[in-house]
């Protein structure tokens, strides 16, 4: 396999996984109680993709 298909795929991964990510979070009961590391989980995977 190339190393731009890796690339690639690496990169796609969380834009594919970003309204899973988002439901998840939404969803979770531990982001109303420390809503501080949410966001900075949140701002974590919005960053990493």
Not at 13 to 29: E, F, M, N
């Amino acid at each position: 396999m190339t190393p731009w298909l890796i690339a690639v795929g690496v990169s796609l991964l969380p834009l594919l996984l970003g309204g899973r990510i988002a439901s998840a979070l939404a969803g979770a009961r531990w982001t109303r109680e420390h809503p501080r590391a949410a966001l900075a989980l949140w701002q974590t995977l919005s960053l990493a993709s």
